[in-house]
């Protein structure tokens, strides 16, 4: 298993207990359930979780799939610095958020399933791994013309193309006393034929 | 042949609806089961209408766990296809979404679950408030039943001080439950499809849980704490006439305590049939692996290419068939797949391996396709292979005249189809109904598939020595070129045999223009259905779909293109 970063499984299973904080939370709070209250706080914890968590960071090798407008939180969770990006501070992060869903019956999974992430985010931060944004790469502005060629500035016979193409290597070549670059100088002279 | 290949396409949503349709009706007809059904009444009145969801949404996983390990019970698929029923092509095809149908199934759980659970939170809440001070009358009856010696209890949480989390874990269905709903989260979110990319590896070994999920779900029932008056009390206690009169129960000779008893668990019945067949699945898999496997050649191509050539007893093969390869030196668990590159009447099978992760890279290293010295034969990697499983291309051959289209890596199902091409057209006893096969290579660099290029170069000498020089056309593109390319194709354009591969027939550069594509190849054979047969990606899939509808001629005597849509 030597490619896995754990931290994909480990933002894959928070975002799920997120979900399922949420849910358990609406559950608790709609029914309300005795202390029911934890459910309202399962609700808060676990939207927090899934927007923390939504954000995917970037591979270290090949190309990350991003999620559908996820470059809005990116900047946001880019922001808090160290504690977004070392994955020790979510570990403990999210072991201290799922502790108090778990005296309610209804969020159980959800502290359950959230304790689990906390583990594989240690499993990834004890190997190094951090979170890094994935930047939207800068827009190359087109440049008006740099694709058309110009035409050759010298007139007929012309020396073949590698000459033409290296003018530093032709000075080189120059001096070596091969054939110049520049104003091409005729080595026969040329005369127009057409009478 | 217009009414199989519209029973093809029909027929997935036709299964998917029936599906469907079974878990609604189940559904439903559960659901109202429990809301009508007279000894569970006084459960009702605890519980309410949370009970008949708990149930027929337990009716749906059980339904649904009997289906899931069906799909992936790679071999009994296999059976199946080989036992051909009439039309066995469309049936056939449907075997080859198995996965699509696991996953479906998959979805199906999640949402019965998420489903059962929530009405079950409910439940445990409801039983525990009843034994609260706060309820009275009938509530509060029904819930001190149990507590003098000659009553059975309906009421699992028997006291109020304690809350229902303590009350879940006393329980096994509420362990067994928190179990599989655990083992359910870790499968599926290590089952996304971007987790499954990146490590195929945590997706497989992380799956396994689904043991754990299976065995839980078997003694999940167990406890029998879906409480139902027996049919005993109902005859003598007439719940009609006795569930006012609570308060005299004890006392009336016409109401009798009302007794009760749990429900037997029914799991294991729905799930034991489709477990064993996996277990035998897996044996087999297993008995396979012990088969030996003869590795009689191994090319290494430029570009990181690796071709291996096998023999194994009682191996036959149909072209576009995959198998599932294992080297235990590399990983003792996982089996790869890979499509098959020779045609079936050659005496080896082979398949063309290219590095595209850390198993197959340590497999070309394990070959010495690392550029290191020969290998002898004994001291290479020992192999295991199952299969041959997957849909044979053999349409092919129903078809007067074929369009195949290969995409990139898409090309190796194609390989082993023009190789059987050929041998099929060299068995002079047999005309061929095929006449022609127009062949498309659209890749981004021909660099990584010139073992193909080879193979092409060695159809089209063989070809011409039969003078059938017109059988295959093939066009390839490449659609990743620049500049400096560019320049030295153009400057070699005049000279017979194309620059990059050697070829007679020359390389485009770019992408084909179907739509002219389509219109000569319909010019040219005005009145014969013409199969279209792809592997590629999805945007190409549609594309060629559209063009198939348009240059399908309105007369049913004219040309139709038919598009099979394979999934490789």
């Known amino acids: 298993m030597g490619q896995i970063e754990w931290a994909m499984w480990a933002n894959e299973q928070a975002l799920a207990s997120g979900l399922i904080l949420i849910t358990g939370g609406i559950v608790a709070t709609a029914g309300r359930f005795t202390q029911w209250y934890f459910g309202a706080y399962s609700i808060v914890a676990g939207v927090f979780v899934c927007l923390l968590e939504y954000p995917r960071g970037k591979r270290k090798k090949g190309s990350t799939m991003e999620r559908w407008g996820q470059k809005y939180m990116t900047a946001v969770v880019k922001l808090f610095g160290p504690f977004t990006r070392n994955y020790y501070v979510r570990a403990v992060l999210h072991l201290l958020l799922s502790v108090p869903a778990g005296f309610l019956l209804a969020t159980i999974l959800g502290t359950a399933c959230l304790a689990i992430a906390s583990g594989i985010y240690l499993l990834a931060a004890v190997r190094g791994e951090q979170w890094t944004p994935i930047e939207p790469k800068p827009r190359e502005r087109p440049q008006i013309g740099g694709t058309i060629k110009q035409p050759p500035s010298n007139p007929p016979p012309r020396p073949p193309a590698e000459a033409r193409k290296k003018p530093s290597e032709e000075e080189a070549a120059a001096a070596a006393g091969g054939p110049s670059g520049g104003p091409q100088v005729n080595p026969i002279?040329?005369?127009?034929?057409v009478v | 042949m217009m009414g199989c290949w519209l029973l093809n396409e029909g027929l997935s949503t036709i299964l998917v609806l029936s599906w469907l349709g079974i878990n609604f009706y189940l559904f439903i007809d559960t659901f109202y089961w429990y809301e009508e059904e007279e000894s569970f009444h006084y459960t009702r009145v605890i519980l309410g209408s949370t009970l008949a969801w708990a149930r027929a949404?337990?009716?749906?996983?059980?339904?649904?766990?009997?289906?899931?390990?069906?799909?992936?019970?790679?071999?009994?698929?296999?059976?199946?296809?080989?036992?051909?029923?009439?039309?066995?092509?469309?049936?056939?095809?449907?075997?080859?979404?198995?996965?699509?149908f696991h996953k479906l199934v998959a979805y199906g759980i999640a949402v019965n679950a998420t489903i059962h659970i929530v009405a079950h939170f409910f439940n445990l809440e409801r039983y525990?408030?009843?034994?609260?001070?706060?309820?009275?009358?009938?509530?509060?009856?029904?819930?001190?039943?149990?507590?003098?010696?000659?009553?059975?209890?309906?009421?699992?949480?028997?006291?109020?001080?304690?809350?229902?989390t303590t009350e879940l874990l006393r329980t096994i269905a509420g362990v067994t439950g928190l179990v599989i709903s655990l083992a359910l989260v870790l499968i599926m979110t290590s089952s996304t499809e971007f987790i499954r990319q990146a490590s195929y590896e945590l997706f497989w070994y992380t799956h396994h849980v689904f043991i754990v999920f299976f065995l839980s779900l078997a003694i999940h029932g167990t406890g029998r704490i879906v409480r139902g008056q027996t049919q005993d009390s109902l005859s003598l206690h007439n719940i009609t006439f006795c569930r006012d009169r609570y308060a005299e129960w004890q006392t009336v000779a016409q109401c009798p305590v009302p007794q009760f008893s749990g429900k037997e668990p029914s799991a294991w019945k729905?799930?034991?049939?489709?477990?064993?067949?996996?277990a035998c699945e897996r044996i087999i898999r297993f008995w396979r692996f012990q088969q030996e496997v003869v590795i009689t050649k191994v090319v290494s191509h430029p570009s990181g290419v690796l071709e291996l050539h096998m023999k194994k007893r009682g191996f036959k093969m149909a072209p576009g068939q995959y198998i599932l390869v294992q080297c235990p030196a590399i990983s003792s668990l996982e089996w790869h797949p890979f499509t098959l590159t020779s045609a079936p009447q050659e005496d080896f099978f082979s398949v063309h391996i290219r590095a595209a992760g850390d198993w197959t890279a340590a497999l070309l290293e394990a070959f010495g396709a690392e550029g290191q010295a020969l290998q002898e034969p004994w001291s290479l990697p020992r192999l295991a292979v199952d299969g041959p499983f997957g849909t044979a291309l053999t349409d092919v051959f129903h078809y007067p005249v074929c369009v195949c289209v290969a995409a990139g890596i898409g090309v190796t199902p194609f390989a082993a189809l023009l190789k059987s091409m050929w041998y099929k057209c060299?068995?002079?006893?047999?005309?061929?109904?095929?006449?022609?096969?127009?062949?498309?290579?659209?890749?981004?660099?021909?660099?990584?598939?010139?073992?193909?290029?080879?193979?092409?170069?060695?159809l089209e000498t063989r070809m011409s020595e039969q003078g059938k020089t017109h059988f295959l056309s093939y066009h390839i593109f490449l659609t990743g070129w620049d500049e400096n390319q560019a320049l030295h194709i153009a400057l070699h354009w005049d000279e017979n045999t194309d620059v990059i591969t050697g070829l007679k027939q020359k390389t485009f550069y770019?992408?084909?223009?179907?739509?002219?594509?389509?219109?000569?190849?319909?010019?040219?054979?005005?009145?014969?259905?013409?199969?279209?047969?792809?592997c590629g990606p999805k945007a190409l899939s549609r594309t060629l779909q559209k063009m198939c509808r348009l240059y399908s001629s309105a007369d049913p005597r004219g040309v139709h293109f038919y598009y099979n849509k394979e999934s490789f």
């Open chain 2, 510 to 534: 770019g992408r084909p223009n179907w739509n002219d594509e389509f219109k000569q190849i319909a010019y040219n054979h005005p009145s014969s259905s013409i199969g279209v047969f792809f």
């Open chain 2, 270 to 278: 729905w799930i034991l049939g489709p477990v064993v067949l996996y």
């Open chain 2, 128 to 164: 525990h408030w009843s034994q609260s001070e706060e309820a009275q009358g009938l509530l509060a009856a029904l819930s001190k039943l149990g507590n003098t010696p000659n009553e059975s209890y309906l009421n699992p949480v028997r006291t109020f001080p304690t809350n229902t």
């Open chain 2, 426 to 458: 060299s068995e002079a006893q047999t005309p061929l109904k095929l006449s022609k096969v127009y062949f498309y290579w659209i890749c981004r660099d021909a660099r990584a598939f010139e073992w193909f290029a080879d193979l092409l170069l060695s």
């Open chain 2, 57 to 100: 949404s337990a009716l749906c996983l059980n339904f649904n766990c009997m289906l899931i390990l069906i799909p992936v019970s790679r071999n009994l698929i296999s059976f199946i296809r080989g036992t051909s029923i009439c039309c066995g092509g469309p049936w056939r095809r449907q075997l080859d979404k198995n996965l699509r």
């Open chain 1, 189 to 193: 002279p040329v005369t127009d034929e």
